[in-house]
Structures are given as C-alpha cells and as structure tokens.
C-alpha cells in the first residue's frame, strides 16, 4: 500500500500468539480472533459505513480524533478533545490488492467489519479490497493539554494519521473449474466463472494521480487506514497523558529526537508547545514532529525580559534522527538595522572616503584652500576630513548596529557537524578591537563580537 502500507496489520510477527507471523489465533471464534485483531494499529476502514467514514472526515477537518479500537469494533470519541490538526503529506501513488479466503483472514486483515461480512464471504467465497493511496493527514500541533478524565475515559488511541485515496470492496470473482469421464472413456467437463461484485467504494482510482503537494484531490480522498497510537494516563483520575502521547505521534509522524542545549547562566529556558504549555525546562531532550508550533521560551528573572524563539517549521534530517539545537532570541531590529546600513551606512562610508580623501590630498600637496572660493566644493583640508570622521563614524555606527541585530533562531544539526558549512562561503577579514570578525556573502555581511 505504498507508504501507507499495511505491514503492522498483516504481518503481525511480534504478537505474542503469531510467532511466525501468519495471524492464526488459537481460539477460533470470533471473539479470539478480535483479541488478535486489537493487537494492530493500523485498521483498514473501508469496510466502515459510510456515516461513519463520514462524521471521521468531518472531525479530522477541525481537531484530532480520539477513538475506541477494540480489534473489531471503533467508534469515534466526540467529546474527548485534544488540540491539534491533520496536514496533507503527498506520497508516491501506490495501488494493492488484499486478498480475502477465509475467516482468520478475515478478521486478521478486515477487523471493523469481520462480523457483518462473515456470511458474505462464506457465500462467495471470496471477498477483495482493491485500493490506490494518494497520501496521508497527518497529526501536528498536538497540544500537551490534559483531557478531562470523564470525557476521554472511553478512548483508547489516538488517530496519528489516515491514509487516503480510492478503494472498491469486491465479492466472489474466484474461478472454480470441473471435469469428469464418461463410461466410455470419453472425457467430459465443464468450468465455472464466478462474477466478481462491488460490495462498496468510494473515490475514484484516476483522480488520484491529480493530487498536488498542497492538497489532495476532492474525487481522491477518501479514508483508507488509520494509524493509531495508545493514549497513555496520567494520575489517579485517569486523565491522558499527552505530553508522552506527542512524544508517540511526534516520533511515529516523522519526527527527530532533539536535544536543547543548557541556556546561559543566570538564564531560564523551556520548551513550549503551540498551546503555550511547558514541556521541559532546558536542557532537556525532546521528540518534534515536523510543524509541531513548538517555541523555546526565555523566562523572566533577574531583569531579563521574557523573548521567544519558534522552532523550525520542518527539519532537512530523516525522520528519527538525533539532534542538537542550539538557540538565540531576538537582538536589535533586522529590519531597521538593514534599512539603516544601506541606505544610510554605506552611503555615508561613500562620502566619508571621498571627503577623506580631498583631505589627504590637500594635506599632502600642501595646497591652501582657505576658503569657499579656492575650494568651492570641499572647502579646508581639515573640513574636509572633519566631513569624513563625521560621514565615517555614521557608517561605522549602522555597521555595527547590522551586524548586531539579528532575528530569533533555532538551529539543529547533528552532533559535531557544522550547522552552517552548506551556506555561501564567505570573503571576511580580522577587524579592530571590538569586532572579531566581518564577512560578506550571498547573505549580506555578517560578524561577530568579543
């Protein structure tokens, strides 16, 4: 099934009950099989009504959807809210078909509707899900806030994300053929063809290919599988803990494991998700999934104001690796201070030079303008370097006011590895006490200080 495939659900090896991986339950009525089923985190829905593949479509539009999965049966948990929302991630078009012989396959492969189509496949003999996967929602900006106890007592897991697409439920279509001898050696026979029927579909298999990055194809979306993922409690009152449930969804969505590094002393830092709720106070390690609304955020105490840092909106590491992020809060004003240096600074570093310059010349030519009209443009050598001092000191002031200033940032990158070695390469040079360093690249001009 492409990315979106079903390996947790058929191949089910690390059940206690399937060491080999085929899912035989040893208790073969219908209610063992489901103790088997409720192992998997993956159920296909197409089997589900269509009102209730409807009322998930609807809830998964506004905030994330908690559930009650017990192998066959699921039903959406209304008033357990739990902030956050489903983003479309397109993946490589994938078709598959899942073939139904049989009861353990059955109930292994189809839990949600084993009941209702037992009898069906017992008459045809066959049943067949043919399914093409555009992509999937998945969950973001799940927020740490504890649900009320009375609300999500029911809920079992948490929808991390749904993949959609096209699907068709088929029936019968298996061919069966005979033959026979007659008395007289005359052979005779005779073969059979079964119709193959939909039972049930939804979507349509060639609008899929139409699905873009940004959002998937109206004619292409409809629910598949789901990906769920166990709420854990918190406490005597049974409430979910969410903090550990983002930590699964972050790590399961694709997330990376990111360790935040001390602040400076004196300094008070935590990690915070979109809805402001601390998660940890650094340093501390954490799961972020991609366009998690995390931010870092600078506590006040001692005279320092509070300032916030967001964290990156998307991560360019594959999903699960370890990282270490270093952070800075605003300084300055980017905005004025790049305004002010180009449109001030360099243009009074222009006039400084020339009138410094005249000056030079003039001391040193020993020439005597003593006024206006033996020099009408640039008047005395000392004007004319007093101009310059004046022009250059203004350049000078906009250049460190630039090269200061900077936005709020969050960088990670691999442990020992340099965060910064694919930007542009830079031409710098070693400036005088009080500027370490100055360098222009295809970024501006950028420096640090002592």
Known sequence: MGSAGCGGLFNDSSHPQNPGGNLAPTDPTPLGRCKIAASASNPLVTEWPASEKAHLESMMSARTVAVQFSGCEMRIIDGCRLPGRYAWRRTTLATDTIEITNADDLYAKLPLGALSLEGELERSGRLAVRTTVAGQMQLEGLQAESAKSDA?????????????????????????????????????????????????????????????????DPQCGAPIQLFLEPLKRSGAGGGVDSGALQEQVAKQAGGVQVGFAAPEAGQRWTLRDAGGTQLCELPCQRWVGQSSG???????????????????????????SELEATYRPERGNTFWANMTFYFVGLPSAALGGVFLGFGLEQTISGRDCSGLRDCPLFGSA?????FSLFYLSMAGASLYWYLWSHDAEVEVKRPGEDARADRAPRVGYTAPTGLRSVGLSANGLSGTFW
């Open 152 to 216: 999500c007592a029911d809920a079992t897991h948490v929808v991390s994300a749904i993949s959609v697409g096209a699907f068709k439920l088929l029936s019968g279509g298996a061919a069966r053929a005979q033959g026979g001898a007659g008395a007289l050696g005359v052979g005779a026979g005779a073969s059979t063809q079964r119709t193959e029927s939909v039972m049930r579909e939804s979507g349509v298999q060639d609008a899929c290919s139409a699905a873009t990055p940004e959002n998937p």
């Open 294 to 320: 995390y931010y870092l955020q600078r506590e006040r105490s001692g005279g320092v104001d509070v300032a916030t840092v967001p964290m990156p909106p998307s991560f360019a590491y594959p999903p699960g």
């Open 382 to 386: 000392g004007g004319n370097i007093g």
